[in-house]
């Protein structure tokens, strides 16, 4: 067959597998010009289906990303009600303990007065006994006290005279003793009744205070719940939108698939040619791996990753697919392929390292020490690339950059993962998750 009418009928097949119309050729050898055109819609329609594929993978790690969100938000709304049960429970459980001190201060302040009502009736014996001894004192002296009892047994005129000055001696020296007791009595009782009295007030000052920090602290701890409380309701208003963010972003890569295959065309469409181009894929990247050259890393993280990676070479990608254990079946275009998309393969090869990475390349991109510049990429790193250069949000792709001008990448749908060459034209910047 002529060269030319070979070159036209490979450009009509594709322009037809890509959902083309290529105008009926009435000359069998088909003139530069229309050669030209028809080369000219090929490449069209392969731009188009190159956009959308990049559009789809953008929108499935916006599903992917709202989707993490989504199960933090999760995750810190359960956190924030446990809280706030358990501030609850301690806001309580201060409050009784409140009430107990504020009853232990109010009995401490009843036996202060208690004490002190003591004291006084103490004092006031005392008083009494004082005053008693002090009248016995100035009877004694008015009455010439002793001398006038002595003065009585000398003049005594018989023994019975003198027994009863003795007698009455006695009683009046007895009668002396008691007095002088009684007052020493009183006042040692008055004195302990007052240390009594000033060591319950002591107490029931303390029961006092004691009460007011445990209120004060059952106040705080009832801020804290209803603080919780209200993170909780946040939270789960945040795991509402999330879910209804990942929801939205999952209509759109939807939407997004059925126009690239649309776009590629019914042929391409098939689930046998899909396989078939798989297979190919798959063997084609096995064999650009045989030549692989992989430096060693600086990290051993690095290195385990980087050869995980490249375990996995010719696994199909699949959008949402993978996790820690290995590929998995995705969702839409990859809901029957069992394998990775970019940011699956990542984290899977970082989870075998010990390192976990969330299922989203905007998370990714914020763990691990960042890599400005494409020149300062070492062995293990990973490479993200976005449409647009001065932001950050349109980060749609990551890869493990291998060194030597090398990637390990999940692409698209159609593709494998292998080893393709580190472009730089949309390179955003690099990660270091080990550092």
């Excluded at 929108?59 to 993490?68: D, H, Q, S």
């Excluded at 969100?69 to 956190?79: E, G, H, I, T, V």
């Excluded at 005053?131 to 000398?154: H, I, K, P, V, W």
């Excluded at 993170?231 to 939807?254: K, V, W, Y």
Aim: aromatic share 4%.
């Amino acid at each position: 067959m002529p060269v030319r009418r070979s070159t036209a009928l490979v450009a009509s097949c594709l322009a037809l597998a890509l959902g083309c119309s290529v105008p009926a050729l009435a000359d069998p050898s088909p003139t530069p010009g229309q050669l030209r055109a028809a080369r000219e819609r090929v490449a069209s329609a392969a731009g188009r289906v190159g956009d959308l594929q990049a559009r789809a993978e953008a929108a499935a790690e916006a599903y992917n990303g709202a989707v993490t969100r989504a199960q933090a938000a999760a995750l810190a709304s359960s956190r924030a009600t446990g809280r706030a049960v358990a501030a609850g429970a301690l806001a309580d459980a201060a409050r009784r303990d409140a009430a107990s001190a504020a009853a232990a201060a109010g009995a401490a302040a009843a036996a202060a007065r208690a004490r002190t009502a003591e004291q006084h009736a103490a004092q006031a014996q005392a008083v009494v006994a004082r005053q008693d001894l002090d009248n016995l004192a100035n009877g004694a002296y008015r009455s010439g006290g002793e001398l006038t009892m002595l003065a009585m047994l000398m003049n005594a005129s018989g023994p019975a005279e003198l027994g009863r000055g003795r007698d009455l001696m006695a009683v009046v020296a007895r009668n002396q003793e008691h007095t002088i007791g009684v007052a020493r009595a009183a006042s040692t009782l008055a004195a302990r009744r007052a240390v009594e009295a000033a060591s319950a007030a002591t107490a029931a000052s303390a029961a006092r205070a004691h009460a007011a920090d445990v209120l004060a602290h059952a106040d705080e701890l009832q801020q804290v719940a209803v603080s919780s409380s209200r993170a909780a309701a946040d939270a789960a208003r945040a795991t509402t939108q999330g879910l209804a963010a990942a929801a939205a972003a999952r209509r759109t890569a939807q939407q997004l698939v059925t126009q690239a295959e649309s776009a590629l065309g019914s042929a391409r469409a098939t689930a046998a040619s899909l396989a078939a181009s798989l297979a190919r894929a798959a063997v084609a990247a096995r064999r650009a791996a045989l030549a692989v050259h992989v430096p060693v890393a600086r990290s051993v993280a690095a290195q385990t990753a980087m050869s995980w990676a490249l375990r996995q070479i010719g696994t199909p990608y699949s959008w949402g697919g993978g996790d820690a254990n290995g590929p998995t079946y995705g969702f839409a275009q990859g809901a029957n392929t069992r394998g990775f998309d970019c940011s699956g393969l990542t984290l899977f090869a970082y989870g075998k390292a010990g390192i976990a990475l969330d299922h989203y390349t905007g998370s990714q991109y914020n763990q691990g020490l960042r890599v400005s510049r494409f020149e300062d990429l070492q062995p293990g790193d990973l490479m993200f690339f976005a449409t647009d250069l001065a932001d950050e949000s349109t980060i749609h792709h990551v890869a493990i950059y291998l060194g030597n001008g090398q990637m390990v990448e999940a692409p698209h749908t159609g593709d494998v993962v292998k080893v393709s060459p580190a472009r730089q034209g949309d390179f955003f910047g690099g990660t270091r998750p080990w550092a």
